[in-house]
């Protein structure tokens, strides 16, 4: 695949594109957290997967608070993944082998170690470094209580107190206070960050915090919550908070797109925007913004066939009427892994593998996390090891376990992640002795495993892609079971995709020449079992 400004069909609208959250994917420099050298070292592995991109996440300068989405320097990479001129080698190895690169960029808050909090701090109330943030005086006679009753996201209040009096806002942790998208700076900055990446050649970028960076007029409390966050009003949901999804997000995203359509390629962007309803996401996919959103409603909902029919139904009524491409994904380094979420063990794999393959069959992009491929549940993290600041604030279950380094080989860790053996390298987590089941090496002589089974149907997506039609009708084959067809363009043969949600097992033989298979088909029978999946040429 080359990069051509030509290209009829954006590479991007059928890409898959596999996530690496860079320190926990391979350790080059044997410090137990990955680094960039790692990724480089690795990206053969990643060609005969069959992905066609890569997302990196954060590695820029970062005190690593919520490690690296608090940057301090948005322009250079952090030590602790190498260098800039690491960066360009993995950019460089990446493309010859065909794969795009999509970077990580931070537009809510910066690092509190970023020199313009830095300075802010220093400079005091009223000075205007502290207008580039959202500092305010607190509440109560001697202004000891926070501005309002914003609530972060990791748990505790959104407001921390600095030395001389003042309030600063943070939606997430501490370390990473939100900008004021209002001052002009701001905006400028962003757009030169974002030629500084796109000039060193990176394909996209996915923007986090999307729906984020602009705050109600006047900084309203929170309805429905009281003085100190806690619940009053159960009926008001988190997308009707005054910091989520306000009009001014779009204008900022149609200015990046007209810095992004000024660079040769199909540059893309693709926002993080938890919104309440796909219509809502649908607004930041309008023609003049971003390119992409992520379609975070499958990945929360039960693997039922009415939930997964109503994933699908509200997305192309979302997406459709705007002109864009879909998007899907099962998992990422934020939620519970696929296997565990869908009920572990057996069950949760098997559920997990179909429903990869039914997201492969689905006109648009899709989304892979590092270790789904392999089929990697979550790892219970020891209370000790814990380090996400969602857990260390209080504010939920904690991110650690979905964040566990790969397993690539042997049968101790490491496990390949680190150079080193057994012992001689402590992984920023650890990791379980049960790893050994589930490392690249393993899984790759297993001709049954999980990892050969997404390849071999990666494969057959990249073959078929081309001649199948961006549309898709359901078929109608009972309560428990999601079925549709994908018709062939320019004479190749249609796909069907059926998945069994049902507890009995589901006649196929209607259906044509079965090509991949998320597990056998019933012996004897020919028939789809429960939690599986199917493709079918016809
Ligand atoms: C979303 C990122 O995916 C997550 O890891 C991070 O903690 C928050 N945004 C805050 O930047």
Redesign the pocket.
């Known amino acids: 695949m080359t990069q051509s400004s030509e290209s009829v069909v954006p590479w991007w609208r059928n890409a898959v594109c596999y996530e690496i959250y860079v320190r926990s994917f391979a350790d080059a420099d044997g410090d137990g957290v990955g680094d960039l050298l790692g990724v480089t070292s690795r990206l053969d592995y990643l060609e005969q997967l069959n992905v066609d991109a890569l997302w990196l996440t954060p590695f820029y300068r970062s005190p690593q608070a919520?490690h690296g989405?608090d940057v301090a320097d948005y322009r250079d990479v952090d030590p602790l993944f190498g260098t800039l001129a690491d960066f360009d080698e993995m950019l460089a190895g990446a493309h010859e082998r065909g794969l795009k690169v999509i970077v990580d960029l931070?537009p809510?808050?910066t690092a509190s170690a970023h020199p313009w909090f830095q300075e802010a701090l220093r400079a005091g109330r009223g000075s205007s470094a502290r207008e580039r943030y959202l500092f305010r005086d607190g509440r109560g006679p001697d202004g000891s209580l926070p501005p309002n009753n914003w609530q972060s996201v990791f748990g505790g209040p959104a407001w921390t107190r600095v030395e001389d009096g003042q309030w600063y806002l943070h939606l997430?942790d501490a370390g990473?206070p939100d900008l004021n998208w209002d001052h002009p700076e701001v905006g400028e900055e962003f757009e030169s960050v974002l030629r500084f990446w796109l000039d060193r050649g990176v394909d996209g970028f996915r923007v986090?915090?999307a729906h984020g960076l602009f705050k109600a007029s006047g900084m309203p409390d929170v309805e429905g919550l009281g003085p100190a966050g806690e619940t009053l009003d159960a009926t008001m949901t988190e997308w009707d908070r005054p910091y989520w999804n306000q009009p001014g997000v779009h204008e900022v995203y149609r200015g990046w797109r007209t810095v992004l359509d000024s660079y040769p390629g199909d540059r893309m962007m693709i926002g993080?925007a938890w919104v309440g309803s796909a219509e809502a996401m649908a607004h930041y996919v309008r023609p003049d913004e971003m390119h992409q959103v992520f379609n975070f409603h499958w990945l929360s909902t039960p693997f039922s066939a009415p939930a997964l029919r109503r994933v699908l139904d509200e997305t192309y009524a979302a997406v459709g009427p705007v002109g864009a491409s879909p998007t899907w994904v099962l998992s990422?380094?934020?939620v519970v892994r696929t296997v565990t979420h869908y009920g572990g063990g057996d069950l949760g794999l098997s559920r997990a593998k179909a429903a990869m393959l039914t997201m492969l069959a689905l006109p648009g992009s899709a989304y892979v996390y590092q270790g789904e491929e392999l089929g990697l549940p979550q790892v219970d993290v020891a209370p000790e090891d814990r380090q996400d600041p969602t857990w260390l604030r209080g504010g939920g279950v904690g991110?650690d376990g979905c964040r566990v380094p790969m397993p690539w080989s042997g049968s101790e860790p490491p496990f390949g992640f680190s150079p080193g053996g057994p012992g001689e390298v402590r992984t920023w987590i650890p990791q379980p002795d049960w790893f050994r089941d589930y490392t690249v090496e393993h899984e790759t002589r297993d001709p049954y495993s999980t990892l050969n089974f997404l390849t071999f149907a990666l494969q057959q997506r990249r073959e078929l892609v081309g001649g199948l039609s961006t549309t898709f009708e359901m078929l109608e084959r009972g309560d428990d079971v999601v079925a549709f067809r994908r018709d062939g363009v320019d004479g190749a043969r249609g796909l069907v995709c059926v998945v069994n949600c049902g507890t009995g097992d589901h006649p196929v033989d209607d259906l044509g020449t079965p090509v991949v298979l998320s597990a056998a088909l019933a012996e004897g029978t020919g028939q789809l079992l429960p939690d599986s999946a199917a493709w079918f040429l016809s």
């Open positions: 919520d989405y931070v809510n808050h997430f990473q986090d915090v993080e990422n380094h934020d991110r």
